[in-house]
C-alpha cells in the first residue's frame, strides 16, 4: 500500500477479491469492511455494527463496518508475498465503474474492470496470493514495476 501511495500520491486502500460480476468475465467486486479512505468513495460512508460479528456474537460486538461506494476511476492494483526468502509481487491495472452492486452488499465497495481478469484471477491464486489486493487511483504500474525490479530486487509474478 504504501508503494502505491508513493507511486500515485494518492491514498491507497486494501480491498477482498470477490471473483464475479454477474456474466461479466472482466469485472468483478472488490470491496472490504473498513479501510477506504473517503477520498477514495463516492461520499461520505457510514460506520455501522458489522453484519457477520452481529449475527454471531450480536449487536454491538462488532463496531467499524465503512458502509459506502467506491469512486469510479482507473486504478493500479498490486499485492505481495514472501517465498523462500523473497518477495514476490503481482500488479496491473483496471478501472472502477459505475456500475451497481445488489442490494444487501456491506462494507464498502465498488464494481472494477480488468482486461482478462479471469486468467489474472487464475494466475493470483495458483502462485498462492491471498484474497487481499491493495488498490490506488491512477495509472501507476509502469513506474512501480521498475522500482519493484531495478531498484528493489523483488521478483514480479506476470498477470
Same mark, same amino acid.
Given at each position: 500500500?504504501? *508503494?502505491?501511495?508513493? #507511486?500515485? /500520491?494518492?491514498? #491507497?486502500?486494501?480491498?477482498?477479491? $470477490? $471473483? ?13 469492511? /473498513? ?18 460479528? *452481529?449475527?454471531?456474537?450480536? #449487536? /454491538? ?9 467506491? *469512486? ?5 492494483? *498490486?499485492?505481495?508475498? =514472501? ?7 503481482? !500488479? ?5 465503474? $459505475? ?5 444487501? %452488499? %456491506? ?28 488498490? =490506488?487511483? /491512477? !495509472?501507476?504500474? =509502469? #513506474? ?12 514480479? =509474478?506476470?498477470?
Amino acid at each position: 500500500m504504501y *508503494a502505491l501511495n508513493l #507511486a500515485s /500520491g494518492k491514498p #491507497a486502500t486494501c480491498l477482498d477479491w $470477490n $471473483n464475479n460480476y454477474g456474466s461479466e468475465p472482466d469485472k468483478c467486486i472488490l470491496f472490504h469492511c /473498513g479501510p477506504v479512505p473517503q477520498s477514495l468513495m463516492t461520499a461520505k460512508g457510514e460506520v455501522i455494527d458489522h453484519p457477520m460479528f *452481529a449475527k454471531a456474537l450480536g #449487536a /454491538g460486538n462488532g463496531f467499524g463496518c465503512n458502509v459506502g461506494r467506491i *469512486a469510479p476511476n482507473k486504478i493500479t492494483f *498490486a499485492s505481495s508475498k =514472501t517465498q523462500d526468502g523473497k518477495l514476490h509481487v503481482y !500488479l496491473g491495472e483496471g478501472e472502477f465503474t $459505475n456500475d451497481k452492486i445488489q442490494e444487501g %452488499f %456491506f462494507g464498502c465497495g465498488g464494481v472494477v474492470k480488468i482486461d482478462q481478469l479471469q486468467e489474472k484471477l487464475y494466475k493470483i491464486g495458483y502462485n498462492g496470493y491471498r484474497h487481499h489486493v491493495s488498490v =490506488t487511483p /491512477g !495509472l501507476a504500474a =509502469t #513506474a512501480l514495476r521498475e522500482a519493484f525490479t531495478r531498484y528493489l530486487g523483488y521478483e514480479i =509474478t506476470e498477470l
